[in-house]
């Protein structure tokens, strides 16, 4: 399965945008790249996820370096209410399976 | 709808008792996954079923541990006999089956302390 790494923590002022990386070098052509959160004391939920192209909805923005080697996650204004680990998720074409990584904690200043 | 519900919220139990989580899915989902949260491990995939079959438990730590989904709308995972060692946060979460656009909807989680 192939590896997601992720800084362990990273900190943004409130209103103030936020790019979380994630490198995955070993990534195949056809594994999806998945981002969800998990807020203080729930379970994950599902932020954005892309293929090849830079995605956009209304939690974030993902984009995706052409070698596909490397993301980013762009929270635009970030808000208390984004604080939250966030992980960088890789699912083989033609599976439901996910590994999880460590994620990166994100801390948003007041 | 109501999301993904699990049941209890906690559980504390003492060592060597049998232990049963409940997952209830979203209406209409034919994947659902159960998942072990601990610091040391992070978020690790137990098992996970499609249209109530397993389909890949090869997350699942040793014998003592069991999940069944009798149904489209029930799953359990059972611990027998518990361990310190399992104590952790287990989630449940469910599925479409839209493989370009999977998405899982996770439940808010069972605490268990085993003692």
């Known amino acids: 399965d192939a590896k997601t790494t992720q800084p362990n923590s990273m900190e943004s002022n409130e209103e103030e945008p936020v790019h979380l990386p994630c490198n995955h070098s070993?990534?195949?052509?056809?594994?999806?790249i998945h981002w969800y959160r998990q807020l203080p004391s729930q379970g994950p939920e599902y932020v954005i996820h892309?293929?090849?192209s830079n995605v956009n909805n209304r939690m974030a923005s993902l984009a995706i370096a052409e070698d596909r080697k490397s993301s980013t996650l762009i929270l635009h204004r970030a808000t208390l209410r984004d604080a939250a680990v966030y992980y960088c998720?890789?699912?083989?074409?033609?599976?439901?399976?996910?590994?999880f990584g460590t994620g990166t904690r994100l801390k948003v200043l007041a | 709808d109501a999301g993904v519900i699990q049941s209890p919220r906690h559980e504390v139990t003492e060592m060597g008792q049998e232990v049963t989580l409940r997952c209830k899915p979203i209406?209409?989902?034919?994947?659902l996954f159960w998942y072990r949260q601990t610091m040391m491990r992070g978020l690790e995939l137990l098992i996970y079923?499609?249209?109530?079959?397993?389909?890949?438990d090869s997350g699942m730590p040793e014998d003592r541990f069991s999940a069944k989904m009798p149904n489209a709308s029930f799953s359990t995972l059972k611990i027998q006999p518990s361990e310190p060692r399992d104590s952790a946060v287990y989630f449940c979460?469910?599925?479409?089956?839209?493989?370009?656009?999977?998405?899982?909807?996770f439940g808010a989680g069972t605490r268990l302390s085993v003692l």
């Open positions: 979460a469910s599925s479409l089956p839209l493989i370009g656009k999977n998405i899982q909807y």
């Open positions: 070993t990534i195949s052509g056809t594994d999806y």
């Open positions: 892309g293929l090849t």
């Open positions: 998720i890789l699912r083989a074409s033609g599976t439901y399976k996910y590994i």
């Open positions: 209406s209409g989902h034919d994947y």
């Open positions: 079923f499609n249209n109530n079959v397993p389909i890949d």
